[in-house]
Structures are given as structure tokens and as C-alpha cells.
């Protein structure tokens, strides 16, 4: 059951705490986004815009968001994910391993109750929430650290903040 989404336009920034920041950088690991989600300059974290030209809601599925992230290891070996739903326990993704694909995973779990206190924040010329922590799954804490040959990623960890803006 496909709705509209919850605004016309907007855009989300997806911004990494200083230590992933630091991590990816001393481990040579590169961010690149699929389109629509673009790279931040310095690794510092990836910016989508959103909206119900790209965006929709699925009662069933969850909150989709086309395209993704990147992460590419100076040995090459790579880890996308792409096609994202965000769901009441966390956020999913289709995976690949080096083109290989590994179908939809968990890549980040989240608690909507953290976000809460801010999802009407006015900023941007919008609407929408500031702080939004989404922390590593076990899974993608594990396929990060494999892809970059080094055990520099934590479960549970924060990896990245959700500020997003919805223009009405």
C-alpha cells in the first residue's frame, strides 16, 4: 500500500560523529552516494534530498528512500546500500559485498523515542527533526570492519545523525 510522503520537499543530512570521521579517514575507507544521496566533503557524512518525488510511505514495508552510500576500502573492497526503508526498529537496506548481493539487511537501529523531542524543530526553512542518532547493526558493524581488513567498527555504536527538514 504505496502513500504519499510526509512532505513535497526537504532534505536530510546524515552527518558522522568525529570518531567514524576519524576511522574512515585513517583506514583509507571511501564514502561515495548513490544518487540521490551525495557525499559530504571529508567523509564527514552523506545529505539526500527528500520529498514525495523520490520518498514514499509503505504501510507495510516502511519509509523508502531510493540510493545510498558506499563505502570502498583501499584494498577496493566495497560495501553499498541501497534502496532503504526505515521501519519502527530500525533502518534496511539491499546489501552488496563487492557487486556481490547479499539481499535486504538491518544496517542501522535507531530509537524513534530519542528523535521525538525534535521532529517539529523549525530550521532550514522547514520542519523536522535535529537529532536522530542511527547506531551500526551488528551486521553492518561486521561487514564494514570485513571490507576494510581491520576491526575499527562497533554494534551499537553511533554512526551517524539524522537532521531533516520537510518544507510544506
Not at 83 to 92: P, T, V
Not at 99 to 111: D, F, H, K, L, S
Amino acid at each position: 500500500m504505496r502513500l504519499p510522503y510526509f512532505t513535497q520537499s526537504g532534505y536530510a543530512n546524515f552527518d558522522f560523529p568525529p570518531r567514524v570521521v576519524t576511522v574512515l579517514n585513517e583506514n583509507e575507507i571511501a564514502v561515495e552516494g548513490v544518487a540521490p544521496f551525495e557525499a559530504k566533503p571529508a567523509k564527514t557524512g552523506l545529505y539526500l534530498p527528500i520529498g514525495s518525488q523520490t520518498n514514499h510511505i509503505d504501510a507495510c514495508m516502511g519509509v523508502f528512500y531510493p540510493g545510498g552510500p558506499r563505502f570502498v576500502s583501499k584494498t577496493g573492497n566495497s560495501v553499498l546500500v541501497e534502496d532503504i526503508w526505515l521501519r519502527m526498529d530500525g533502518a534496511y537496506g539491499t546489501v552488496k559485498i563487492n557487486g556481490i548481493p547479499q539481499g535486504e539487511r538491518m544496517v542501522a537501529t535507531y530509537n524513534v523515542g530519542e528523535m521525538m523531542p525534535t521532529v517539529m524543530t523549525p530550521h532550514g526553512g522547514g520542519i523536522g527533526p535535529t537529532y536522530w542518532p542511527f547506531r551500526f547493526s551488528p551486521y553492518f558493524a561486521q561487514t564494514l570492519n570485513e571490507a576494510a581488513g581491520a576491526n575499527v567498527f562497533m554494534a551499537g555504536e553511533v554512526f551517524a545523525n539524522l537532521d531533516a527538514v520537510g518544507k510544506f
